[in-house]
Nanobody, 116 residues
Framework: QVQLVESGGGLVQPGGSLRLSCAAS????????MAWYRQAPEKQREWVAS????????TYADSVKGRFSISRDNAKITAYLQMNSLSPADTGVYYC?????????WGLGTQITVSS
């Protein structure tokens, strides 16, 4: 059984920074990609950023480009999301997603609230 656990969420003021982590445990054979998604209240879940584990290639949603940075530690099977210059529009539950061949795994999410 594979489990993903996000951490690092919380309340932050506009302009602040947070760093999220997503740690995996269980029988993961080979992760192709790691990604972060988020879901704001009353909105659909949206993709935020992805990283290809083998090459380190990253892609970002336009809304976070230049402010967020995704990285990974393959040995620890952990993904990170460094979030800078946060605004209230970044508020939501952040989920990590790992793709392992034909399988995809989701964490339970961590709440980010950007408010003064």
């Amino acid at each position: 059984q594979v489990q993903l656990v996000e951490s690092g969420g919380g309340l932050v003021q506009p302009g602040g920074s947070l760093r999220l982590s997503c740690a995996a445990s269980g029988s993961i054979f080979s992760i192709y990609s790691m990604a972060w998604y988020r879901q704001a209240p009353e909105k659909q879940r949206e993709w935020v950023a992805s990283i290809i584990t083998s090459t380190g290639t990253t892609t970002y949603a336009d809304s976070v480009k230049g402010r967020f940075s995704i990285s990974r530690d393959n040995a620890k099977i952990t993904a990170y999301l460094q979030m800078n210059s946060l605004s209230p529009a970044d508020t939501g539950v952040y989920y990590c997603n790992y793709v392992d061949g034909p399988r995809g795994y989701w964490g339970l999410g961590t709440q980010i609230t950007v408010s003064s």
